[in-house]
């Protein structure tokens, strides 16, 4: 059985910084692009950032690009997103997703598995 | 990356069938097969129901289907029960490696 364990969300001030996590366990990790989408409160979903199975390949949203980085240690089996220079409008719950069947980051069959997501804050 | 465009709510009553539809651009739900929709229930992470258009992932009821003409998806439940109630997304591929989100859509079961 796939699951997806976000952690690492909480509480932080403006122009802080925050790490999530994602633990991936019952698939093999390495095979499928991973994406991250944030939920904020009582709103609609928002895609945040793509990688390629392998790691080589992040995209990012216009609304992140140059504050967060999502990475991934196959290793491990587990997924990341550095997020830097917060601010209000990145409160949101963070879902990590998995790809039903692409490794790479130019395809798109679906996001078929997501974790219970993570709430991040940003206030003061 | 502008979100997709999709009713903020629709309704209908048990048994009955009804058609969510979600508006792109020809950058995006125009140019790509790559639709997918999501349903989710308040409280809980979005589940996957229809992927590359019109493709059910296994375990996914019969009732819901997916179409595209032009620049619009559109999801269809059939026979709608009470359990269909929940929130509705769609999502597209829009080149260069990234998503789309359509606002969601509130379903009522009336």
């Known amino acids: 059985e796939v699951q997806l364990l976000e952690s690492g969300g909480g509480l932080v001030q403006p122009g802080g910084s925050l790490r999530l996590s994602c633990a991936a366990s019952g698939f093999t990790f390495s095979t499928y692009a991973m994406t991250w989408v944030r939920q904020p409160p009582g709103k609609g979903l928002e895609w945040v950032s793509v990688i390629s199975g392998s790691g080589g390949s992040t995209y990012y949203a216009d609304s992140v690009k140059g504050r967060f980085t999502m990475s991934r240690d196959n290793s491990k089996n587990a997924l990341y997103l550095q997020m830097d220079s917060l601010s209000a409008d990145d409160t949101a719950v963070y879902y990590c997703?998995?790809?039903?069947?692409?490794?790479?980051?130019?395809?798109?069959?679906?996001?078929?598995?997501w974790g219970q997501g993570t709430l991040v804050t940003v206030s003061s | 990356q502008s979100a997709l465009t999709q009713p903020a709510s629709v309704s209908g009553s048990p048994g009955q069938s009804i058609t969510i539809s979600c508006t792109g651009t020809n950058s995006d739900v125009g140019l790509y097969n790559l639709v997918s929709w999501y349903q989710q229930h308040p409280g809980k992470a979005p589940k996957l129901i229809i992927y590359e258009g019109s493709k059910r992932p296994s375990g996914v009821s019969t009732r819901f289907s997916g179409s595209k003409s032009a620049n619009t998806a559109s999801l269809t439940i059939s026979g709608l029960q009470a359990e269909d109630e929940a929130d509705y997304y769609c999502c597209s591929y829009a080149g260069r490696s990234t998503l789309v989100f359509g606002g969601g859509t509130k379903l009522t079961v009336l």
């Open positions: 997703a998995k790809d039903r069947s692409c490794s790479s980051t130019t395809c798109h069959n679906g996001l078929d598995s």
